[in-house]
C-alpha cells in the first residue's frame, strides 16, 4: 500500500525545507551521529602509511596544501544542521593498523604528529559547527604485523623508544609475541585469515596482559590531546586462557569462594588444580566468563584513566562495542563490571535490527505485523541506574533513512527509554536521496533540543523491576530463560505497566526498596547473597513473582539440593505471605514450545530461530494459561499500576521518569506507537538503497492515568508531540492521580506533569496516605469517596441493627464507612477466608484521614482491634487481601458500603443481609449473580416487605431487572441463603450502576 510520503511528512511533523539556525548541543548526551567519513588531508597520510582500507585516499586525490575542511562542508552541515550530543570520528590513533605497511614500517614519528595535529584542527572545527562529543576508533585488542619479519606492530616494538613523546614510557620486556591471547594453547588471529593487510596478520591481545593496557591508556592519553572527547572501543569479546588470565581465575576463585566450596562445586579446593575454562565443567566455565568480563572492565578502566590524563581533561567517555546487554549474555557479560570500570555508553552493532511492525509472510496471501522493538537494550543500562550511562543499540541505516515514519520512531524510543539514539541514517556527502526523512530529521533534533529537560536528569519511576540471570543462558538445562524473560517483558509491555531490567549485580536492598513487585523469569542460577535480599525485600512488604525453577542452581551453575528460596516459595503454584509482603510462584514456564504443531509453510525451526533473534511472530499465541494467570497475579501484587493506557492502544510502549533532583517537581510520561507497518522481505537485499516499499502508520487514540508523588497533585500538565508542538492538556484530577487524554497518538508523545503541594484539607491529608515514597504495601488501597462522604447519610441505613455485625466478603478496592461519636470506641474483628495463602492487611482511619490502626490477619484466625474515636464523624476501614477477599465484624456498629455509578458494590455472601438505598426517580434497578454452588437462594423485598425477586441462581452470569413501583423508594432487603442458613461462602454478587448510593448491614 503505497503512501504519499511527503503529504505524510507534512502530517507528521510540520516540516518546512527551511534551515534550521544553529542548534546547541546538550550537555547529558542523547542523540549521536554515527557515520564512516574522513578528511582527505588526513586519508593522505593513512594512505602514506600504507592503509588499504576504504577510507584511504591516493595522494594524488588530494591537495595537501588545501585548508582542512575544504572536502568536508557536508559534514561540517550536518554536524551544524543536528547539533549532535555525540559525533562519531573515524581516525584511528595508534591503534590496530596504525604502524604501516612493510615499506614505510615503522611509520615515522614526525607522520604521526602532523596528522595529530591535522587532527586537532580537525576536531576544533567539528565542535564549532556544533559536535558535543567527539569520539573515535580503538580495537580492544587487535594488533597487525609480522612476527618473523618484525614489521607491523614488531616493528613499532622495535623501535618503542623512538616514539617517547607519545606517553608510550619505558618499553617492556616482554616481546609482543607473548601479549597474545591463547586458547588450546593456540595464538589466537582475528577471524584465522594468515593473509590480511599487506600481507600481515591479525591478532588477538590479551586485555589482561599488563604491558598491553599500559600501551592502550598511552593511546588514548594521545587521542584526547587532540580534541577527541572519548573512544569507541571495538572487539570487546575477549577470550584467552594465557599465564596473566590464569592467575586471574585462580584469585577470583580464592576470593569468591572457601575452600569447601571450592571443593564442593568445582572439586578441588586447591585453584591450582582447577583448569580456566575446562570444557568438563560447566561451573567452571561460567566463573571463567566472569573472569574474561572483569578482565575487559579492567582494559576499559585504563583507558579511561589515559584519556583523563590528558591536559585538560577531567572526563573521557568510553563506548563499548559488543556490549552484552538485553537478555542473551555473551562471553563477557557482567555489565555492572563495565559500567564500574568507567563505561560511558554501551553499545552493540546491530546490523538489519529494526523497529516498528514489519510486516514478513508466512504463507501464502498470508502476512503477519510482527512487533519489534529495541526496549530491552535501553532497559537493561538504564537497569543500572547510573546517571550518564546509557545504551546506544545501532540500528540499520536503510531502515533509518527509507521513510519519516520508521526514523521517528527509532529517534524516540531510544528518548522514551532513557537511551541514546544511534543515527546512522545520515549518508554523509550524499544527500537528496531521502529528502523526506532528511528534512523530517532537521525538525525532530529540534524538537529534541528544545526539549531536552524531558530525557536529562531523570531516573526511572517504575513500579516492578525484572531481574535478569547472569549465567542462566549458559546452562544447557536451562535455555529456554531467554524465552521466558523477552515473554515476561512483553507482558508488561503489553499491559502497559513500566519496568526496569535490573542486571543481577545492581540487585541491592536499596535499589529493590523502590519496587513493589520484582520478578524473577525462569531464573535457576542464583547466590545466596542475592537470595537473601530478595528474602529480605519480601520480609519488608515486596512482592516477589518467580516462573520456573527458581533458585535451583548456585551462581556458578552448580545444582542445589533445593531452591535457596525454597523457604519463602509457595508449596507449588500459588501465593505465600511472608512477613508484610508475598510471594508467587508459577513452577511452570510462560513460554512453551510449541512450535512443531505449527501448519503454516516455514519449517518449525525458522520459528524457532526467529525467536532465539528475538523476533517470535507467534510466541503471543503459545501458553497454556500461564500469561492470563501471570498478569493477573501481578496486579494483584501491585497495590496501583504507575501509569495505566486505556483505549485503542495495541501496539502502545509506556516509560515513566521523575527528576532526580528532589526539588523538581514533574512526572514525566512518555508513549510510543510502534504501529508503523513496512514491507520487510527476509531475502532483502543487503543494498542501502533497496528499502521496503511502504510504510503505513496507525494513529491511536488513549487515556493516561497517573499515580501523583505524596502530598501533591496536578498543577498543569503539558502534553509534546513532535508534529503539535507543545500544548496545555486538560486533566482530570483523580483521588489518587490524574487522567490524561491523547487524542491522536502518531508516534510519540511525552506528558509532562507539573506538581504542586496538596491542599492541606481532611481528604487532602487522607490521600497522603498513598505516597510513593512509602514502603510497599504500608499505605492502605483507598480510595476517596469524595461524593459518598459529603453527602448526608439515609436514616434508615444510620441505624444500629444488632449488637454484631458482619460484612460480607469484601475485595480490594471496597471500603467500610462506620458513623462514630466523639468518645466511643470502634472495635471488632478482621479476617480472611481459612486456608489463605494471602493473608491480608487492613487499616482503620479516622474522620481526617489520620491511620488510628494497621494490622494484618492470616487465613488461620481473625485479627483483632479496638480504637478510641477522638472525633465524631465518619470513620473507614479498608483492607487489602490480593487474591484474598476479606471481611470486618464489628461490636454494635453500623456498617454502611459505599456504592457509586462508577463504582458498583461487588459482594461474596452475604450473611444476616443487606439494606441498600434506592433513590426517589429511579424506576428499575438490577443486581447481577453467578452461583458457585448450588441450592443457594436470592431474595429481595421492597421497603413495604414485598418480594421483588426470588431466584436460584446458577452458575452462569446473571443479570436480573426488578421495577421499582411508585412510592417503592427507599430502603429495601436482600437476604441470600443456601438450605436453612444465611449462606456465608463466597458468591460473587454485585448491583448493577444504577443503584447511586450505599448498601448497609
Keep these: 500500500m503505497q503512501r504519499n510520503l511527503t503529504a505524510l511528512l507534512v502530517a507528521l511533523a510540520g516540516v518546512t525545507t527551511a534551515r534550521c539556525p544553529a542548534l546547541e548541543p546538550n550537555d547529558e548526551p542523547r542523540v549521536m551521529q554515527f557515520v564512516y567519513t574522513v578528511w582527505p588531508q588526513r586519508g593522505q597520510y593513512f594512505h602514506r602509511m600504507g592503509l588499504q582500507n576504504r577510507f584511504a585516499v591516493d595522494a594524488a586525490e588530494v591537495d595537501i596544501s588545501a585548508p582542512p575542511g575544504s572536502d568536508r562542508e557536508n559534514l561540517l552541515g550536518a554536524i551544524e544542521r543536528y547539533a549532535p550530543d555525540l559525533q562519531y570520528d573515524n581516525n584511528r590513533v595508534l591503534t590496530m593498523d596504525w604502524w604501516g605497511r612493510p615499506e614505510v614500517c615503522p611509520t615515522p614519528l614526525e607522520w604521526i604528529e602532523r596528522q595529530k595535529a591535522l587532527g586537532r584542527e580537525v576536531h576544533r572545527q567539528m565542535h564549532e559547527a556544533g559536535a558535543g562529543g567527539l569520539f573515535t576508533y580503538v580495537s580492544a585488542f587487535r594488533i597487525f604485523g609480522n612476527y618473523d619479519k618484525r614489521q607491523g606492530f614488531w616493528a613499532f616494538y622495535d623501535n618503542w623508544d623512538d616514539y617517547g613523546p607519545l606517553h608510550f614510557g619505558p618499553r617492556p620486556d616482554e616481546d609482543p609475541w607473548d601479549w597474545i591471547s591463547v586458547i588450546d594453547g593456540e595464538r589466537r588471529q582475528w577471524r584465522v585469515n594468515p593473509d590480511d593487510y599487506y600481507g600481515y596478520r591479525r591478532y588477538n591481545v590479551c586485555v589482561q596482559n599488563p604491558h598491553w593496557r599500559r600501551y592502550m591508556e598511552a593511546v588514548c592519553t594521545n587521542i584526547a590531546e587532540d580534541g577527541i572527547d572519548g573512544v569507541f572501543v571495538d572487539n570487546t569479546m575477549h577470550r584467552c586462557e594465557c599465564g596473566y588470565c590464569r592467575r586471574a581465575f585462580e584469585e577470583h576463585l580464592r576470593s569468591e569462594y572457601t575452600p569447601d566450596e571450592r571443593e564442593r562445586f568445582f572439586g578441588s579446593r586447591d585453584v591450582s588444580e582447577l583448569r580456566i575454562n575446562s570444557p568438563d565443567s560447566v561451573p567452571l566455565q561460567i566463573e571463567t566468563r566472569r573472569v574474561w568480563s572483569k578482565s575487559m572492565a579492567g582494559l576499559l578502566e585504563h583507558l579511561r584513566r589515559g584519556g583523563s590524563a590528558a591536559e585538560g581533561r577531567e572526563e573521557f567517555m568510553v563506548i563499548t562495542n559488543g556490549t552484552a546487554y538485553g537478555l542473551l549474555p555473551g562471553y563477557c557479560c557482567a555489565i555492572s563490571d563495565w559500567a564500574d570500570a568507567g563505561m560511558t555508553v554501551a553499545f552493540n552493532?546491530?546490523?538489519?535490527?529494526?523497529?516498528?511492525?514489519?510486516?514478513?509472510?508466512?504463507?501464502?496471501?498470508?502476512?503477519?505485523?510482527?512487533?519489534q522493538d529495541q526496549i530491552t537494550h535501553y532497559a537493561t543500562v538504564s537497569g543500572l541506574d547510573r546517571p550518564g550511562v546509557r545504551a546506544a543499540p545501532q540500528q540499520a541505516r536503510y531502515y533509518l533513512r527509507a521513510h519519516p515514519e520508521t526514523f521517528a520512531l527509532a529517534m524516540f524510543e531510544a528518548l522514551a527509554f532513557d537511551g541514546i539514539f544511534c543515527d546512522t541514517g545520515n549518508l554523509i556527502g550524499v544527500y537528496d536521496l531521502f529528502p523526506n526523512t532528511e528534512a523530517l530529521r532537521e525538525e525532530?533534533?529540534?524538537?529534541?533540543?528544545?526539549?531536552?529537560?524531558?530525557?536529562?536528569?531523570?531516573?526511572?519511576?517504575?513500579?516492578v523491576g525484572i531481574v535478569l540471570a547472569f549465567v542462566d543462558e549458559s546452562i544447557a538445562e536451562n535455555r529456554e530463560y531467554e524465552l521466558e524473560a523477552r515473554c515476561t517483558r512483553n507482558l508488561l509491555l503489553d499491559h502497559h505497566i513500566p519496568f526496569d531490567l535490573i542486571p543481577e549485580a545492581a540487585l541491592t536492598p536499596e535499589r529493590l526498596a523502590r519496587y513493589s513487585v520484582v520478578l524473577l523469569p525462569g531464573i535457576t542460577c542464583m547466590s545466596d547473597d542475592h537470595a537473601a535480599i530478595l528474602r529480605e525485600y519480601?520480609?519488608?512488604?515486596?512482592?516477589?513473582?518467580?516462573?520456573?525453577?527458581?533458585?535451583?542452581?548456585?551462581?556458578?551453575?552448580?545444582?542445589?539440593?533445593?531452591s535457596c528460596l525454597a523457604d519463602v516459595l509457595p508449596d507449588g503454584a500459588g501465593v505465600r505471605t511472608v512477613g508484610a509482603g508475598r510471594v508467587a510462584w508459577h513452577p511452570g514456564w510462560l513460554w512453551r514450545d510449541g512450535l512443531p504443531d505449527i501448519s503454516f509453510r516455514r519449517e518449525a525451526g525458522w520459528y524457532r530461530r526467529m525467536a532465539l533473534r528475538g523476533h517470535n511472530p507467534l510466541e503471543r499465541l503459545q501458553g497454556d494459561g500461564n500469561r492470563e494467570l501471570f498478569a493477573d497475579t501481578l496486579n494483584r501484587l501491585l497495590p496501583e499500576n504507575a501509569s495505566i493506557v486505556a483505549g485503542d492502544a495495541p501496539g502502545v510502549r509506556v516509560s515513566l521518569f521523575e527528576p532526580r533532583d528532589h526539588a523538581d517537581r514533574r512526572l514525566i510520561a512518555h508513549l510510543v506507537n510502534y504501529d508503523v507497518r513496512w514491507d520487510a522481505d527476509e531475502e532483502r537485499s543487503t543494498d542501502f538503497l533497496d528499502q521496503p516499499t511502504h510504510a503505513e502508520l496507525r494513529s491511536k487514540r488513549c487515556t493516561v492515568v497517573l499515580r501523583t508523588p505524596q502530598g501533591t497533585s496536578a498543577r498543569e500538565v503539558a502534553l509534546h508531540r513532535p508534529e503539535a508542538g507543545t500544548v496545555q492538556a486538560d486533566f482530570e484530577q483523580l483521588a489518587d492521580g490524574i487522567a490524561v487524554e491523547v487524542p491522536d497518538l502518531r508516534i510519540y508523545a511525552a506528558i509532562e506533569v507539573s506538581l504542586a503541594e496538596a491542599e492541606p484539607d481532611a481528604e487532602g491529608r487522607t490521600q497522603d496516605l498513598l505516597g510513593a515514597s512509602l514502603p510497599a504495601k504500608a499505605a492502605p488501597p483507598f480510595f476517596a469517596l469524595r461524593d459518598e462522604a459529603a453527602r448526608p447519610l439515609?436514616?434508615?441505613?444510620?441505624?444500629?441493627?444488632?449488637?454484631?455485625?458482619?460484612?460480607?466478603?469484601?475485595?480490594?478496592?471496597?471500603?467500610?464507612?462506620v458513623p462514630r461519636e466523639s468518645g466511643e470506641r470502634l472495635s471488632g474483628t478482621f479476617e480472611v477466608p481459612e486456608r489463605s495463602d494471602w493473608g491480608a492487611r487492613f487499616w482503620v482511619m479516622g474522620p481526617t484521614g489520620a491511620i488510628l490502626h494497621r494490622g494484618a490477619a492470616g487465613g488461620d484466625a481473625p485479627a483483632q482491634f479496638e480504637v478510641l474515636c477522638e472525633r465524631g464523624g465518619l470513620h473507614l476501614i479498608c483492607?487489602?487481601?490480593?487474591?484474598?477477599?476479606?471481611?470486618?465484624?464489628?461490636?454494635?456498629?453500623?456498617?454502611?458500603?459505599?456504592?457509586?455509578?462508577?463504582?458498583?458494590?461487588?459482594?461474596?455472601?452475604?450473611?444476616?443481609?443487606?439494606?441498600?438505598?434506592?433513590p426517589p426517580g429511579v424506576e428499575e434497578f438490577s443486581v447481577t449473580t453467578r452461583a458457585a454452588e448450588d441450592d443457594i437462594r436470592l431474595v429481595v423485598n421492597n421497603p413495604a416487605g414485598g418480594t421483588a425477586l426470588d431466584v436460584s441462581p446458577d452458575r452462569r452470569e446473571q443479570e436480573h431487572a426488578i421495577a421499582v413501583p411508585d412510592g417503592q423508594a427507599g430502603v429495601w432487603w436482600l437476604t441470600e441463603t443456601r438450605g436453612e442458613r444465611d449462606y456465608h461462602r463466597t458468591m460473587p454478587l454485585y448491583f448493577s450502576q444504577e443503584i447511586p448510593g450505599f448498601v448497609a448491614r
Aim: glycine content about 14%; proline content about 5%; charged content about 20%.
Design 349 to 371: 552493532e546491530h546490523d538489519g535490527t529494526e523497529t516498528g511492525m514489519p510486516q514478513r509472510e508466512i504463507a501464502d496471501g498470508l502476512c503477519f505485523n510482527e512487533l
Design 444 to 463: 525532530l533534533y529540534r524538537f529534541y533540543h528544545e526539549r531536552h529537560d524531558l530525557y536529562s536528569g531523570v531516573r526511572s519511576r517504575a513500579e
Design 538 to 562: 519480601v520480609r519488608a512488604g515486596g512482592g516477589l513473582l518467580a516462573s520456573g525453577d527458581v533458585g535451583t542452581r548456585h551462581l556458578c551453575g552448580a545444582v542445589r539440593e533445593r
Design 794 to 817: 439515609p436514616e434508615p441505613l444510620m441505624g444500629r441493627r444488632q449488637a454484631v455485625a458482619v460484612t460480607p466478603w469484601l475485595g480490594l478496592d471496597q471500603v467500610v464507612i
Design 879 to 918: 483492607g487489602d487481601g490480593g487474591y484474598a477477599v476479606w471481611r470486618v465484624a464489628l461490636d454494635n456498629a453500623a456498617i454502611i458500603l459505599p456504592t457509586t455509578a462508577s463504582r458498583p458494590i461487588q459482594l461474596a455472601g452475604t450473611a444476616g443481609g443487606l439494606r441498600f438505598l434506592v
